[in-house]
């Protein structure tokens, strides 16, 4: 709730808690949402809260503040028979008695809120550590997320895309990036109009950063360290003073990764099959630090400017074997020799985000951001060939390969709020943006006699794309009744495209423009909070840049990649019904959801000629419809133990062409079509009945998935963590990752002349223990802090209208980049 510079605003919310229109609603509200500990200052300006809490509620619709996001104890008035279900405000100096009840995400109409800062791993973690703990999301050994399945997800940053977690080096971004700097973490299965498709037409993870630090200067700082040479420092802190916020956090640590695994390939060769199998172990070192600053000013009582920058940097040596035999037909090797492989990589990712908010009035606004993002990957790699059995070709001793990638999204974006009327909110904005990449990929072979160094012209590649977007939205949330909210949503986006093949010393350029509609109406009713909400959206994936580039590019000895710029983008269209309520000391949230995507971007390998090496080749094929349920349980069945379980369940039915031979040996071309059902689970308990101690277990379990043309077999893994507070300062922190040291990726994908099957397993079972001190936290008036005005803390205040407040991105309406 904002402040006021004097009794008069008080007053204002006072009468219109009494008003004959609001306190039957309110009540009801009030019944459902209470504070932990109420005392008597507050109690005595309840109308007040609760006519704030009105406001609120009218903008975001019935479920906007049904639950509290996880990590924090929701609690209501006790009710008893003798009492009645409004209790009168306390006499001064008294305690109101609370009852628990059980704990959910901040469910609003849109997007599910879950709160990551209560995490016990959170002072060591990682982004990509708390993020597998949020309900229907996966990570991967690679850190590629998916939600529910889908792992065409978008990360976002407080409502924006980013070129830091995008691309190749995502996973290295979220595995870098401290958990520390992290206030809550947005699922948003169905994204409405205000949330652009240019990265992609799945779901979006919203990572939404802190932004409301106590008066006065306060800080932590973390150190940990784990097996074969793992370490890391974290530093937080913050300072608020009058107009003026500075936060930020830095986090610098060494990892190592190793794995090994393998994999064998079939390729039909006329009446042949040439096989291929091979074995790989690697061992990777790599040093990382990230840089998260954010500077605040508010200007004057009514402006803010904002500067925030995110900077991450890694180095990493890899060590690495690999063991080939091929086979042309014949029980002989056609080839056998060890290659031994040392890589060396840097890479960088940064963003630099400028805001400036505008607040007009109490509740309208207007947003100025403008954020350049980037993420570039040097990659060089020494090859050193052993031969048991030489191909008849020739060896190839020794070679060097090389890629350098790069990848850069700049958007300036405007976006306004205005309420017209208790019931009625609009929302509407504009955007600008640009992203350019790059790819320059080189293959030398070295002479063993003179040592020159030979480029291979069909292991090299060099291509550049640009794109530019324009965008409008709008995004009006209306309040029907007072059970019903609807937020109807519309996009346009112009898309034009220009691709330089710099090796084949040409260009070609193409460009689009699309109408994306959204719709989520809500239905809500009752004490509990319940709601129904029914959501459908329409998106566009287009192919990245891997999958538009033409040229042949080197992967390892045995495969290729090749994309083609005539790929058409994916149209998807989404549905689901949610249902949230509570029961006792559970709730619930339930959704329905189906997903239908055509034409299907996609992989297909095809082998080279006269070689046991395949292509993975970026195609267009068939149509896919995801239907699947999704149940989410937590409780709270005591203080000291919260249990969250999420079931889920969906079938995938796909459809592609395949070549098929008649009795004449001609072939031809058939529509044929795909299912796999996938189960999953996900479980975690909590328990901290031990004073000082908390105890935290989570297990996941997905089934076999298809994602495009390959099949991944079920994998599931288990991780826990403890936490010992010695003091109020200080705490001492351990987490197991992968206990049952069961994280591995089968795959395989069969075709009409390519069968191929892998297998990789990632370290397995590691630990790490890590120890934090936290200092400050100076309480102070905050009127004579920030003067009164409109402002207080970054991300303070009601929220503005629509779900998640008027702000880029989180709740709260939160300002500019607000990082």
């Not at 109409?109 to 209560?118: E, F, L, N, P, Q």
């Not at 060896?395 to 019931?423: C, H, K, L, M, W």
């Not at 989180?810 to 607000?818: A, E, H, L, N, S």
């Amino acid at each position: 709730m904002y402040e006021a510079g004097n009794n008069s605003g008080i007053r204002a919310l006072y009468n219109r808690a009494h008003s004959p229109t609001t306190v039957p609603f309110m009540q009801s509200r009030y019944r459902r949402h209470a504070a932990l500990t109420l005392v008597a200052p507050a109690l005595l300006c309840l109308p007040a809260l609760v006519s704030a809490q009105q406001q609120a509620t009218s903008t975001t619709g019935p479920a906007a503040t049904a639950g509290t996001t996880t990590g924090t104890v929701t609690a209501r008035p006790a009710v008893t028979p003798e009492s009645p279900k409004n209790p009168e405000p306390a006499a001064a100096g008294t305690m109101q008695t609370v009852t628990v009840v059980a704990e959910r995400p901040a469910e609003q109409i849109d997007r599910s809120v879950y709160d990551v800062k209560a995490e016990v791993v959170t002072p060591s973690a990682s982004a990509a550590d708390v993020i597998a703990n949020v309900p229907n999301v996966t990570v991967d050994q690679d850190g590629k997320v998916a939600i529910r399945g889908n792992q065409n997800a978008q990360i976002f940053v407080n409502g924006k895309r980013s070129a830091m977690f995008s691309g190749t080096n995502a996973g290295d971004a979220l595995n870098s990036y401290p958990a520390e700097a992290l206030e809550s973490i947005e699922v948003i299965t169905t994204p409405g109009a205000e949330f652009g498709s240019e990265g992609g037409s799945g779901p979006i993870l919203n990572l939404v950063t802190r932004r409301v630090r106590p008066p006065g200067s306060q800080g932590g700082v973390s150190v940990d360290a784990g097996p074969e040479g793992r370490k890391g420092a974290s530093l937080n802190g913050s300072y608020n003073d009058g107009r003026l916020q500075v936060e930020g956090n830095m986090r610098a640590m060494r990892n190592i990764a190793e794995r090994k695994g393998w994999s064998d390939t079939d390729t039909q060769v006329g009446n042949t099959v040439w096989k291929t199998h091979r074995e790989t172990s690697s061992r990777t070192p790599m040093d990382m630090l990230n840089l998260t600053p954010t500077i605040s000013y508010n200007v004057g009582e009514t402006d803010r400017a904002t500067a925030a920058i995110m900077f991450n940097r890694s180095q990493r040596s890899t060590d690495s074997n690999e063991y080939y035999q091929t086979y042309h037909g014949s029980a002989s090797p056609y080839e056998e020799y060890n290659r031994s492989i040392d890589r060396d990589n840097s890479s960088t990712m940064y963003q630099v985000a400028l805001g400036y908010e505008r607040k007009l009035n109490a509740t309208d606004k207007l947003n100025f951001d403008l954020r350049t993002s980037g993420n570039s990957s040097d990659t060089s790699s020494h090859n050193l060939n052993s031969y048991v059995v030489a191909p008849p070709t020739g060896a190839r001793p020794e070679s060097t390969n090389g890629n350098d990638v790069s990848n850069r999204v700049t958007e300036f974006s405007v976006d306004y709020s205005q309420r017209i009327s208790p019931r009625f909110n609009f929302k509407a904005g504009a955007k600008v943006g640009r992203t350019s990449g790059t790819s320059d990929a080189d293959y030398f072979n070295i002479d063993p006699l003179t040592g020159e160094e030979v480029i291979d012209e069909d292991r090299a590649s060099a291509f550049k794309n640009t794109e530019k977007t324009y965008a409008v939205y709008i995004s009006p949330n209306i309040r029907l009744t007072d059970n019903w909210t609807v937020l109807p949503g519309l996009r346009y986006e112009s898309v034009s495209r220009h691709i330089d093949y710099i090796n084949q010393n040409n260009s070609t350029s193409d460009s689009s423009k699309k109408l994306l509609p959204s719709l989520h109406l809500q239905y809500g009713w009752g004490e509990r909070g319940a709601t129904v909400t029914g959501a459908y959206s329409r998106r566009i994936s287009r192919p990245s840049l891997n999958d538009i580039n033409p040229n042949l590019q080197y992967v390892d000895d045995q495969n290729y990649s090749q994309g083609d710029p005539r790929l058409a983008p994916t149209y998807g269209d989404k549905y689901e019904l949610k249902y949230t309520d509570t029961w006792g000391w559970v709730n619930s949230n339930m959704s329905l959801f189906r997903e239908k995507d055509s034409p299907l971007l996609g992989r297909f390998l095809t082998p080279v000629p006269g070689s046991t090496a395949v292509v993975s080749e970026a195609v267009n094929f068939g149509a896919k419809t995801n239907d699947g349920i999704s149940w989410n349980l937590q409780a709270k069945p005591s203080r000291e133990v919260q249990l969250n379980a999420t079931l889920g369940f969906r079938r995938v039915n796909q459809s592609y062409l395949a070549t098929q031979t008649n009795a004449d040996g001609a072939k031809y071309s058939v529509e044929t079509e795909r299912s796999q059902n996938t189960p999953t689970l996900q479980l975690r308990a909590e328990y901290s009945g031990f004073e000082g101690h908390r105890l935290q277990l989570n297990g996941n379990y997905t089934g076999t998935q298809l994602n495009g043309l390959y099949v991944t077999q079920a994998n599931w893994q288990v991780h826990a963590a403890w936490m010992w507070r010695l003091t109020p300062q200080i705490s001492l922190r351990t987490s197991i990752r992968d206990i049952f040291d069961s994280n591995v990726n089968k795959t395989s994908q069969i075709t009409e002349t390519v069968r191929q099957f892998s297998y990789s397993e990632q370290q397995g079972r590691t630990f790490s223990v890590a120890l934090s001190y936290n200092w400050g936290g100076v309480k102070g008036d905050p009127s004579l802090r920030n003067n009164p005005g409109m402002f207080r803390n970054p991300g303070d205040g009601p929220r503005g209208p629509g779900p998640g407040g008027f702000g880029p991105g989180g709740p709260g309406g939160g300002f500019g980049p607000g990082m």
